[in-house]
């Protein structure tokens, strides 16, 4: 009776998982690429930010010297074929499967920042990245189905329900606040206000671009989106968050150690962006409590990673010496890591 009983209960549940839909499916292969793309182009920004810091003034410093650099540029073309795949990504797949993806880009920036950039990364460090990958393959696996949408009226009305309307107006409201009080006080000594505008602006950026995205693959194929006034209101809103997002991630970037910036950044963006996807397309509604619990154990283990790799971004072996470590910390203040959060890293 029992083995009848588990029998059952493995039939229904094989019944009831579908595999990835076809739209799934592409923007799967559409994140991947793009954060192949993202992950480079940190690197290449950031050796842009610090040749325009030796003859300019530096971004973290209010500067914009980098904008004369070609090898910034370099770097932002990089970024944006990336980010333009991710925007494909978003129009066909659910945010809670696209976002998670951007752990990929973690490992490769931080690869690259080891070898090109001589930014030590400790072994936990590379743990860290390993858990990321690994917290966020398992969300990969369990997310929802694309919800099915006929019309950029249809995301309206999802974006003007009050539960998301309260969220957005807080996001705008501690931005502010951020931007006004916080960052000129402390941006240049803890990296969470930096990487908190962005992270919050890109919330309410992804929700646009993945409303935007859903018009233009439904005006592809033959339903003109571009008549809505809607769509183009979704669209100014993509562009001023960013501008936004783009500013402040310069300032981190210039200041902060690149290996430590961009997983703080993937955590704090992706969280936030789940939360705001979960409320507006109610992508949980459409799934059981064992993958809501499965994916929020996905969570906790990319938020253990990315702990991890910051804790121990400057641990040196045990049998560093002191003068070693204070020659190290020397060098880098002059690359523009401030001494302070050097000290709370240890």
């Not at 209960?9 to 993202?38: C, H, M, Q």
């Not at 009226?153 to 309260?166: C, G, R």
């Not at 962005?198 to 439904?218: D, E, N, P, T």
Request: proline fraction near 3%; charge should be neutral.
């Amino acid at each position: 009776m029992v083995a009848e009983e588990a029998a059952a209960a493995t039939a229904a549940a094989a019944a009831s998982y579908t595999g990835i839909s076809s739209d799934n499916t592409k923007g799967l292969v559409l994140a991947l690429s793009s954060s192949f793309f993202i992950g480079a182009s940190f690197i290449i920004k950031k050796k842009g930010l610090k040749k325009a810091g030796s003859s300019g003034v530096r971004a973290g410093s209010g500067g914009y010297s980098y904008l004369y650099e070609p090898l910034w540029w370099t770097g932002m073309i990089t970024m944006i074929v990336g980010e333009i795949a991710n925007f494909a990504a978003y129009a066909f797949a659910p945010a809670i499967l696209v976002t998670p993806l951007g752990a990929l880009s973690i490992i490769i920036s931080a690869a690259l920042a080891h070898i090109i950039l001589r930014e030590r990364l400790h072994i936990f460090g590379i743990l860290g990245c390993a858990l990321c990958v690994v917290g966020s393959t398992t969300v990969v696996l369990h997310a929802p189905q694309e919800r099915e949408i006929e019309s950029v009226k249809e995301v309206w009305d999802l974006a003007t329900e009050p539960a998301f309307v309260v969220y957005a107006t807080l996001v705008v409201a501690v931005v502010v606040v951020l931007i006004f009080h916080y960052v000129p006080q402390y941006g240049q000594t803890h990296i969470w206000f930096y990487i908190g505008v962005c992270s919050l602006v890109g919330s309410l950026s992804v929700m646009s671009v993945k409303a935007l995205g859903i018009a233009l693959k439904l005006t592809f194929n033959g339903t003109n989106q571009l008549v809505y006034p809607q769509t183009w209101v979704f669209a100014l809103v993509v562009l001023v968050c960013v501008l936004t997002q783009m500013n402040y991630l310069n300032k981190a970037l210039d200041t902060f150690n690149t290996a430590v910036v961009s997983p703080i950044y993937y955590v704090m963006f992706t969280s936030l962006t789940i939360i705001a996807s979960v409320i507006m397309f109610k992508d949980w509604d459409r799934q059981n409590p064992t993958q809501i619990v499965t994916e929020m154990c996905g969570f906790v283990t990319i938020l253990s990673g990315t702990f991890l790799l910051h804790k121990t971004k400057d641990m040196a072996d045990g049998s560093t010496s002191f003068v070693i470590r204070a020659t190290k910390q020397a060098e880098n203040i002059e690359e523009g890591i401030p001494l302070t959060l050097r000290r709370q890293g240890t």
